[in-house]
């Protein structure tokens, strides 16, 4: 009896531990997953600009981004980076003299030298002055920045329009040594060139003088500015709608200052599309060999120690199968089309250099064993009986494994796909050598034939985590991007995952009798 009580005692513990583990592991997840959101989230909402004057007399200008009490020192982020040099400065409690939160200052976003901070004193289009004044250039500049912000977006336009066209068609008849067309179409681009040249000096022409806090002056194009408010002067409502337009030109808009401005769509695209090109190509090359070694191949000593090679290559450091995918994917495979497809272009390779393509290959075969073994126990867990009952009805048994056995043992399968995708999507060490850039000029997908561009090189949400947090000339500033970026590809995993899960339930459903 007594032995009983204990037993059971020992039962509870031990659910009790199950329980607590579990317990600790969601609150981790979740810890994780809020820290990400804080940091990442907060990003985009706009701080007040703060005005100190330090007891030496020195003024700045800047948003409050951390505070060491023990220390009774805080960091402000004084932008301007094209005037001072840096971003950022320690102040000391004891050493200011003055802190006020003037309703004029003036936060610009740019294309170039990341923020300014300061004051508008005088606003000209070409020779002819505007305004003058704090006042009278904020009134004045917001028409004339919207005039320029359509003339760079026609200048974008023509670039990647109709000069990429025709650069597209010159480079096309000069591969092929086709020279009718050539110089028409050289002509047609200097014409396009002139246009675009008419388009530039157009929009150079406004200029914004700017003076800083510490009264230094500088005068910038106002094409160059992407945003410019008064963060003081701004409700709840404003910095709402400032928030939501810098969350959706995150999601949608390329980047720019080496990736530490900007979007991250390339980088979103290039992931997604690296994800799904290798689910493709690893879904039937495990499952056929899942097929075989469960279905067909004779169970002995040789199948046990190819069962153990597949199990080993799951704990191989993936950077050795980018160095593989280096030399088998890229240079053979590559190198052998360029030499029989595209002798014109060579010694410059196309698809004997790192593209999307062999990223995805290569990280099929790094994900191939965890297919395998999630679709061989899908295959064990399709009971006997409904094998045996389909050849007992006169079915061969490619039928029975094609019509029964695979449609039951799909959930198994996704399973599989789901894993393999997760890892894929996070993997950075192999791509970095086979075809992962920083920064990829175009798109794999766009309106040119052949329209998909499997040799591109692409853009990676993990690599970029890496680049701007590690490798940019300015980490303070862009520590809260790393964040986001982070949070954005755990959405972007986890949407694809929910999607291989809704039908894994699916045939689930489907398939009632599947154990898996």
């Known amino acids: 009896m007594k032995r009983a009580q204990r037993s059971e005692l020992f039962g509870q513990a031990m659910t009790w531990l199950c329980g607590g583990a579990l317990a600790f592991n969601l609150l981790l997840v979740i810890g994780i997953m809020g820290l990400l959101a804080w940091h990442g989230l907060g990003y985009f909402w706009q701080k007040e600009l703060v005005q100190l004057t330090l007891k030496d007399g020195t003024s700045l200008?800047?948003?409050?981004?951390?505070?060491?009490?023990?220390?009774?020192?805080?960091?402000?982020?004084?932008?301007?980076r094209d005037v001072g040099g840096l971003d950022f400065a320690w102040i000391k409690e004891v050493d200011v003299a003055s802190r006020t939160r003037p309703t004029g200052a003036v936060l610009l976003e740019r294309l170039e030298w990341g923020n300014f901070h300061g004051y508008m004193e005088e606003l000209r289009d070409g020779d002819k002055v505007l305004a003058r004044g704090p006042e009278a250039t904020w009134k004045a500049?917001?028409?004339?920045?919207?005039?320029?912000?359509?003339?760079?977006?026609?200048?974008?336009?023509?670039?990647?329009?109709?000069?990429?066209?025709?650069?597209?068609?010159?480079?096309k008849l000069r591969l092929e040594g086709r020279t009718a067309g050539l110089a028409k179409r050289e002509a047609e681009y200097q014409q396009l060139a002139d246009r675009l040249f008419k388009l530039r000096e157009e929009l150079d022409k406004g200029t914004l003088v700017m003076k800083s806090v510490d009264g230094q002056t500088k005068e910038m194009p106002v094409a160059m500015v992407v945003r410019a408010i008064r963060p003081n002067g701004m409700g709840v409502l404003g910095k709402t709608g400032l928030y939501l337009s810098r969350g959706w030109e995150f999601i949608t808009a390329d980047p720019r200052e080496s990736n530490?401005?900007?979007?991250?769509?390339?980088?979103?695209?290039?992931?997604?599309?690296?994800?799904?090109?290798?689910?493709?190509?690893?879904?039937?090359?495990?499952?056929?060999?899942?097929?075989?070694?469960?279905?067909?191949?004779?169970?002995?000593?040789?199948?046990?120690?190819?069962?153990?090679?597949?199990?080993?290559?799951?704990?191989?450091?993936?950077?050795?199968?980018?160095?593989?995918?280096?030399?088998?994917f890229v240079y053979l495979v590559g190198g052998?089309?360029?030499?029989?497809?595209?002798?014109?272009?060579?010694?410059?390779?196309?698809?004997?250099?790192?593209?999307?393509?062999?990223?995805?290959?290569?990280?099929?075969?790094?994900?191939?064993?965890?297919?395998?073994?999630?679709?061989?126990?899908?295959?064990?867990?399709?009971?006997?009986?409904?094998?045996?009952?389909?050849?007992?009805?006169?079915?061969?048994?490619?039928?029975?494994?094609?019509?029964?056995?695979?449609?039951?043992?799909?959930?198994?399968?996704?399973?599989?796909?789901?894993?393999?995708?997760?890892?894929?999507?996070?993997?950075?060490?192999?791509?970095?050598?086979?075809?992962?850039?920083?920064l990829a000029p175009s798109l794999p997908i766009d309106g040119r034939p052949p329209f998909v561009h499997f040799e591109r090189k692409f853009m990676h949400l993990g690599f970029h985590i890496f680049d701007v947090g590690f490798q940019s000339p300015n980490v303070e500033a862009t520590t809260p991007l790393v964040f986001a970026t982070a949070l954005l590809l755990i959405v972007v995993v986890t949407l694809m995952n929910i999607v291989a899960i809704m039908l894994r339930n699916h045939l689930r459903r489907k398939y009632a009798g599947s154990a898996v």
């Open 61 to 80: 200008l800047g948003e409050i981004w951390e505070a060491e009490p023990a220390m009774d020192r805080f960091r402000i982020k004084t932008a301007n």
């Open 336 to 438: 052998s089309i360029d030499r029989l497809f595209y002798p014109e272009s060579l010694p410059t390779p196309t698809f004997g250099t790192g593209g999307i393509l062999w990223a995805s290959l290569t990280l099929a075969l790094l994900t191939v064993p965890v297919v395998i073994v999630a679709t061989e126990e899908g295959l064990a867990a399709v009971p006997r009986i409904v094998r045996e009952g389909s050849l007992a009805l006169g079915a061969t048994k490619f039928e029975t494994i094609w019509r029964v056995v695979i449609p039951a043992a799909a959930p198994g399968i996704l399973t599989g796909m789901i894993l393999a995708m997760a890892r894929a999507a996070g993997e950075v060490a192999p791509l970095m050598i086979v075809g992962m850039v920083k």
């Open 141 to 171: 500049f917001h028409e004339l920045h919207e005039k320029k912000a359509r003339q760079r977006e026609q200048v974008e336009e023509l670039e990647k329009g109709e000069i990429g066209d025709v650069n597209y068609e010159i480079e």
């Open 260 to 328: 530490t401005e900007g979007g991250i769509f390339p980088a979103i695209f290039g992931t997604v599309m690296m994800v799904f090109i290798m689910s493709f190509a690893v879904a039937p090359l495990g499952v056929l060999a899942a097929l075989y070694l469960r279905e067909y191949a004779k169970q002995g000593l040789l199948v046990r120690m190819v069962r153990i090679a597949v199990n080993n290559l799951a704990g191989v450091p993936s950077i050795v199968f980018g160095m593989f995918g280096l030399g088998f």
